[in-house]
């Protein structure tokens, strides 16, 4: 353990700009949803300030690990802060993964007359469970006219997804034995694979949205649909901008053969993804 | 602040011997108020949260007064319900997530690292940023009471639809409070769980950690398991609100008792979250005051890991009257009263940790007596709830409205005022004034009782919760409880009359403040230094 060697920053002024910015954002995003337009330059504003806090804040971290501040214990430290942070992300996930379950196995056939539970079918006498549900009870809501095959887009997605966290490990592989520019070369294909798997993802929501019917406001289906779809797909595109950084910090040279866990924290949260995307593409496509 | 980055470091690893004596000529960061707006070190951090803690405390309690003053007499007469509701809403958001929650926070941020012979928390730039938020969060929230609409209005636990299709406009704001506040819980969690596992000092074990330290490693690890699925139902609202999804909406295919069944997994370890530190803190200090070992050590520690495991398994005892399944209510009911067991087991501890003890009663311990006595109180009321059949008829009346706040109030509340006497001596280096803190705790006790008793018979009768008017043959029993509620706020002044005399004088304490404390905070001098533990502390537990 420590022998009196363990970092303590001195004070900084990036938390409490990026709270700021973190609030402005979120204001200026409710002042968008509640009022209008008006409150798009403050959510603007808070977007970028919180973009650059992260980089400057980032870029501090770096400069101090650079310089060699930082010893074993406060490797591990980062270790486990990553490690928890993605368990927070995996109940995040694991809450629109319950709903979706729920709504399945008991709220629809409950809305059916199934069960116990025989009042909730006198809302809607006619209504059939199904799944995908393409007839909401209420016939002023209008279902998708038909859902995705998973053996198309999805399951081109599902194999980009999947050799990307491939090709991820063997940068990492590369990097371990000092090979920078296998680490490099491995780690281009990967982002390329992940802004792939992006452009396949907005193909994909564009036939949604034109063709298939599938939206927000077409039921549980639909909603279901992008919340899964859509939180994941966000998390790509932060974990490709994540992967982006770090190749510019593999290609300035940042990271030694044992001392590089920018680049692990970064592949954990890749894998983190795509796990998550396995139990879309089961869950939300396949079955 | 000097402009070139990143921040020189400050001579942390040069100093002293065990307990860390470097004083406060290292600080060489901002002066003002951007020495806080700024801070990285966990003792001013620690600070912060108490002081906003407080600050929340008196702002939820005035609504509560709002609340108690409405209800003083039957009728409508000083409030319409409308805004009545919003005081309710209001106190509950801001006492739970404002109060209780940072309140711990703060004791954590302020004793993990000097209990475990830490010189800093794992994350200091985090643990900043978690603390930061909190304010902005708040204001946030608050400021929903003057948007058109007034502020939410749906009670605390936000049911859709009536948070979702009924709501007021400002319910996105909320929701934008929730998530600020959310993450803050997280990061907060995230650091405290890599401080305890990573910075303990050489030699101590997990086993050897102190009580407070442990219920706060499973509080961490609730608080990173449940708040994202708070952060995930609100996402749901919000989408429903403003995007025209159904997920709690029948018409679509949606359902309300999702939102139920999603609120409560978060909600029911969430409350475990306000009580396990409180629980902590009551085996650090009544050891102390008892001059003896706490009994049952490892008791307590897997007491409190299964108290944690069961929080995931009993939501739906929340939910009895929604219209589960039978078999869903039976296993709630069951598993519910399971988590009796461990619970018992801590009472149990406690007392026979007492039990031929060398019994002193400075106010730590005062309040430290009544937590047990009164959180037993309001454990027994829980277990009454549990039964099935028997909350058809308890369901949404006074009786859990007495529950909780038993368990809430002379329970977290008066562990945490606990722990603040407890270390007050550490943090300011003076003694509490005695007399003062007398008067605080027997008027609280006397005010907290008349407050919340009468409610469980209120309830029993049949009084509805979150209704401003009541039907005759309750208003004895609310006008007791509205005297005892004043009584109890305005006695609370008279706590920060303590704090702040203790900050500003009184009797100088000597490093080990208590006679029977045995943590290792109380190695260092009182008050403590800004750093302590820069070179990590010998620990030598004798165990036997």
């Not at chain 1, 116990?116 to 209008?142: C, R």
């Not at chain 1, 992967?243 to 001392?259: D, K, N, P």
């Not at chain 2, 996105?172 to 401080?195: K, P, R, V």
């Amino acid at each position: 353990m420590s022998g009196g060697s363990y970092y303590v920053p001195a004070s900084s002024k990036w938390p409490v700009l990026g709270s700021l910015a973190l609030g402005a954002m979120m204001i200026g995003t409710g002042v968008v949803l509640v009022h209008g337009s008006s409150g798009m330059p403050i959510m603007v504003i808070g977007l970028i300030g919180i973009l650059a806090v992260m980089a400057l804040w980032f870029r501090d971290v770096i400069h101090e690990s650079r310089q060699g501040l930082y010893d074993a214990q406060m490797d591990r430290s980062f270790r486990w802060g990553m490690g928890w942070f993605i368990f927070s992300e995996v109940m995040f996930f694991a809450a629109f993964f319950g709903a979706l379950f729920y709504i399945r196995t008991f709220a629809l056939p409950w809305l059916d007359g199934e069960g116990a539970k025989g009042v909730a079918a006198l809302l809607w006498p006619d209504f059939t469970a199904s799944w995908p549900l393409l007839e909401p009870p209420d016939t002023a809501i209008q279902g998708p006219h038909q859902t995705f095959s998973p053996w198309h887009l999805p399951l081109v997605n599902t194999l980009i997804l999947v050799g990307s966290s491939i090709t991820l490990t063997v940068a990492h592989e590369g990097l371990k034995e000092g090979h920078r520019d296998t680490a490099r070369h491995w780690l281009t294909l990967t982002v390329l694979l992940g802004l792939c798997f992006i452009a396949i993802q907005g193909l994909e929501y564009r036939e949604a949205y034109v063709h298939y019917g599938i939206t927000l406001q077409a039921g549980i289906y639909g909603a279901t649909f992008f919340l899964l779809t859509g939180f994941h797909g966000a998390h790509v595109i932060v974990g490709t901008l994540i992967l982006i950084a770090i190749l510019a910090r593999v290609q300035r040279g940042h990271f030694s053969e044992e001392h590089h866990f920018g680049f692990e924290a970064a592949a954990w949260y890749w894998h983190f993804v795509d796990v998550v995307w396995i139990g879309l593409f089961t869950f939300v496509y396949v079955f | 602040m000097a402009s070139h980055l990143p921040p020189r470091p400050t001579a942390q690893h040069s100093q002293a011997d065990a307990g860390g004596m470097a004083a406060d000529e290292h600080h060489h960061g901002p002066r003002g108020l951007k020495r806080w707006l700024l801070t990285t070190n966990h003792k001013e951090i620690g600070s912060l949260y108490l002081i906003f803690s407080l600050s929340m405390f008196f702002i939820g309690g005035i609504f509560a007064m709002v609340v108690r003053a409405e209800l003083f007499q039957p009728g409508l007469q000083l409030v319409q319900p409308e805004f009545f509701n919003q005081m309710t809403t209001m106190h509950g958001l801001i006492m739970v997530f404002g109060a209780v929650m940072p309140a711990f926070v703060g004791l954590a941020n302020w004793m993990v690292p000097l209990q475990i012979g830490a010189p800093d928390m794992a994350l200091p730039r985090l643990n900043n940023f978690s603390f930061w938020l909190l304010p902005v969060a708040f204001a946030l929230l608050l400021s929903t009471l003057v948007m058109p609409g007034g502020a939410p209005d749906f009670g605390w636990t936000f049911y859709a639809p009536l948070s979702t299709t009924y709501a007021p406009p400002s319910t996105t704001f909320f929701i934008f409070s929730l998530h600020l506040a959310g993450i803050s819980s997280i990061l907060g969690a995230i650091n405290i769980i890599a401080t305890i596992l990573n910075l303990r000092t050489p030699g101590m074990r997990m086993m050897d950690m102190s009580l407070f330290v442990w219920t706060w490693l499973i509080t961490a690890f609730l608080l990173i398991a449940v708040m994202p699925v708070l952060a995930g139902v609100i996402t749901m609202m919000l989408l429903d609100i403003n995007f025209g999804t159904s997920f709690f909406n029948a018409a679509g295919g949606g359902d309300p008792v999702l939102f139920q069944h999603l609120f409560w997994f978060f909600g029911h370890p969430e409350v475990y979250i306000m009580i396990l530190p409180a629980f902590g803190i009551v085996s650090v200090i009544i050891p102390t005051f008892a001059r003896k070992r706490l009994f049952g050590y490892a008791s307590m520690v897997y007491a409190t890991a299964s108290i944690a495991i069961l929080s995931f398994l009993v939501w739906a005892h929340h939910m009895f009257v929604v219209g589960l399944p039978l078999v869903a209510e039976l296993f709630f009911m069951y598993s519910t009263m399971l988590i009796a067991v461990p619970t018992g087991v801590k009472v149990f501890n406690w007392i026979t940790t007492l039990f031929r003890g060398s019994l002193t009663f400075e106010p730590p311990m005062l309040f430290a007596l009544a937590f047990v006595v009164l959180f037993t109180i309001g454990g027994f009321s829980g277990l009454m709830l549990a039964i099935s059949p028997a909350d058809f008829q308890y369901h949404d009346t006074y009786f859990v409205v007495a529950h909780f706040h038993y368990v809430l109030v002379p329970g977290a509340v008066f562990a945490i005022m606990a722990g603040v006497y407890y270390w007050l001596p550490k943090w300011t280096g003076h003694y509490p004034h005695t007399r003062l803190s007398q008067w605080h705790f027997w008027l609280s006790v006397i005010g907290v009782n008349l407050t919340f008793f009468p409610m469980h018979f209120a309830g029993l009768a049949g009084m509805p919760r979150r209704i401003p008017d009541y039907a005759l043959q309750f208003a004895d029993f609310n006008m007791i409880t509205s005297i005892g509620a004043f009584m109890f706020g305005i006695s609370q002044l008279l706590f920060v009359a303590v704090v702040v005399l203790c900050v500003r004088g009184g009797e100088k304490a000597p490093a080990k403040a208590w006679d029977g404390a045995e943590d290792l905070e109380w190695t260092v001098p009182s008050p403590a230094p800004l750093h302590t533990f820069e070179t990590p502390p010998r620990f030598e537990p004798d165990r036997h």
